[in-house]
């Protein structure tokens, strides 16, 4: 964690000099995030709103809360019920020469990022990427017809319409230091709560809530099981998300024995190099990153596979959400 997020959450943030240093940015950016979203209530801007019902699964907060869980929960509850599901992406970490750009589970996560590969792996549902939100739509109901569209992140794009708006937040860290970008780790003030359909915590025991379950771990090589017979394995714990702490403790209670732990900026792009001086060792690591060392994996690097477990709570709210827009 750098020093910036590190100030973010501490516990007492007036004490710190680089959170009052940084607070006259934070004031200019309030300003500047309020004239905009007054652009878009006076009608200056347009909100372009789909025909086909838009879900936006996003935060107020930087930093992995753990939306792509819930965007992987909610194409299973579509397929389940034999409708079809677009997911859009900003593609974080991408570069494509051309957007939007479609994904499909062979695509390239420095092409189209990480976490859509993934969406598109685990789903078998069409994702589509690009920066602009409604030119993704647009693709997505010219080329698939879907029945929904489900935004990954895009909470603060209010060019694009929306029908729901889900916020995930993270149990442990919450909301910081209360503090709006860059003295603390807000993209909008906590009073936009208020106006979104539901927020569902990642972890904790709030009224909404969901567990990340574990389904096993798996090669990064070739997505096989992977067979350790019950016995406890040692190996190094290497991650790129926002928030490690979390696959660590997954780690731990799926009884593998973390002798070293490799931090990495969030959606870092993995390479060889990374791991030169961990020849023979056990290597685990998330879904997320395994997506990108995929092509230079190595027979004992494994990946653990979570699911998105909602309470019952969130699970009847949710079902009663989804109802009314599709």
């Given amino acids: 964690m750098s020093l910036l997020e590190r100030s973010w959450y501490q ?9 009052w240093l940084l607070l006259p940015l934070s004031v200019l950016f309030w300003l500047i995030s309020n004239f905009r979203k007054l652009l878009f209530k006076l009608a200056v801007k347009k909100t372009i709103t789909s025909s086909v019902p838009v879900i936006v699964v996003g935060n107020i907060s930087v930093g992995g809360n753990g939306k792509t869980p819930m965007v992987i929960w909610l194409c299973e509850y579509y397929k389940k019920r034999n ?18 750009c479609d994904v499909n589970e062979s695509s390239s996560p420095s092409q189209c990022g990480d976490e859509p590969v993934l969406i598109a792996k685990r789903t078998g549902f069409p994702v589509i990427v690009g920066p602009n939100r409604v030119e993704n739509i647009k693709q997505a109901v010219d080329k698939y017809q879907p029945d929904v569209i489900i935004s990954d992140d895009g909470m603060q794009h209010y060019q694009m319409g929306r029908h729901l708006e889900l916020c995930i937040v993270d149990s442990k860290r919450q909301f910081g230091n209360g503090l709006l970008m860059p003295a603390g780790p807000l ?43 019950n016995h406890k394995v040692s190996g190094i714990a290497v991650s790129a998300i926002g928030n490690p702490a979390r696959f660590e403790v997954s780690l731990a209670q799926a009884n593998i024995n973390i002798i070293d732990k490799k931090h990495f900026r969030d959606h870092h792009k ?49 079902e009663r959400l989804l109802k009314t827009i599709t």
């Fill in 270 to 318: 993995f390479t060889k190099n990374d791991f030169a001086n961990d020849s023979n060792i056990n290597i685990f690591m998330t879904e997320k990153d395994a997506v990108k060392c995929k092509a230079f994996a190595k027979d004992n690097w494994y990946y653990l596979r979570v699911d998105a477990s909602p309470n019952t709570n969130t699970q009847k709210k949710l």
């Fill in 11 to 19: 516990k007492h943030w007036y004490i710190n000099p680089l959170t």
């Fill in 187 to 229: 993209r909008e003030t906590k009073k936009r709560l208020n106006s979104i359909d539901l927020v569902i915590e990642n972890g904790g025991s709030a009224q909404f809530h969901y567990i990340l379950a574990q389904s096993g771990l798996y090669k990064v090589k070739d997505d096989c099981p992977a067979n350790f017979e």
């Fill in 83 to 100: 409708k079809k599901a677009v997911v859009i992406s900003r593609g974080y970490g991408g570069k494509s020469v051309h957007y939007p």
